[in-house]
């Protein structure tokens, strides 16, 4: 028996053949920041495709505390639907789309189960091609590209952010009931790469730029009713002042509803929290991480489930993970002051960590005390 709150996700439960209809007209129901447990899985394009595999991740979550899945609407390789905006339309890539989409989010919707629709934002490669004018500069002029060759588009580009937009309130209206906006952020500037020059930037930061776009997105999506949440890397949650990618806490988190912080221990570095081997020790990593996070959401008047970080569900060096290790970040997130966490596998395959999933939607939070001194640590880079 699930959680009484994700049965209020559904508008049409057991009417699925009349949801496609209704959602075009009504967005799904809203659900307050601060009473909300979500607890999800992130699908990648090529499984949001499947039918087969949508059907094992349904099966997944019905069987689990799990309650939300996070789908690839918009990524680095373009659109994963079938937009009917044709300003929209022309920047949607190669790569496929969604079969049956309004069935699928019927499907969802009558199982329950919250639809985020994940949006990448600034790694777009797809609208830098179509859109040459929207893209980061080299000196002499000429596009700039990161270490694999990519383009990325100008985040300080106003129509790029009303194009981003569009795709949210589009989705919204197809039957999504939340829009989680990723790579929110500028490229590493790294040494080895020519500068990077931004048309329009005046003298604007970059953290202000970043900070600005979700401001707008989110007045715009709170008028469709869902909330606005976005991703983050993991350090931005103890490191003082902005990353040099632009992410900054303290002017990200009043403007969304949720950030989802990426708190895989493999991806800090020796040494951070004065643990030798971060990867080794999932509980202390994302404690630590997340502990601060809800500190300074004090310290800033927000309360509630704001912080819903990404856990580790891959390997990525040793130990390998398993369902001990998910275990054991879900109890760090727990014991920090939250409920809420989604599982992230690149490939979209959870069968090795379902083991550490319990049965029914329950609060396990404990009640927050902010610790006595801060903590902090250097750079951080990842997805």
Known sequence: MKSSRVRNWS????VPALAGIVAAQQPAARIAPDTAIVRGLYVNRFAAQSVKRMKQLVAIVDSTELNALVID?????????????????????RAGVIPHLAQLLDTLRAHHILAIARIVVFKDSVTARVNPEWTIRRNDGSPWRDKKGMLWVNPYHRELWDYN???????????F???????????EPYKSLPPQVFPGQGTQSKEQALSDFLKLAHARLGKLGVRTTADIFGLVTTVNGA?????HWELLAPVADVLLPMVYPSHYPRGSFNIARPNAEPYRIVFAAIEKAHERNLKLGLTGERVRPWLQAFTLGQPAYGAAEVREQKRAVYDAGFDGWVLWHPGSKYEPFLG??????????KTFVAPVAPTSIGKH???
């Open 381 to 383: 880079a990842t997805h």
């Open 243 to 247: 990353l040099e990618v632009g992410q």
């Open 73 to 93: 609407i918009k990524d680095e390789f373009g659109l994963n639907y079938a937009s009917g905006d044709a300003s929209v339309a022309r920047n949607a890539g």
């Open 11 to 14: 508008l049409l439960a057991g």
């Open 165 to 175: 937009i569009r795709v949210a309130e589009e989705a919204v209206r197809l039957g």
């Open 177 to 187: 009931g939340e829009v989680q906006f990723d790579y929110i952020r500028f490229p």
């Open 356 to 365: 550490a999933l319990e049965k029914t939607t329950v609060s396990r939070k």
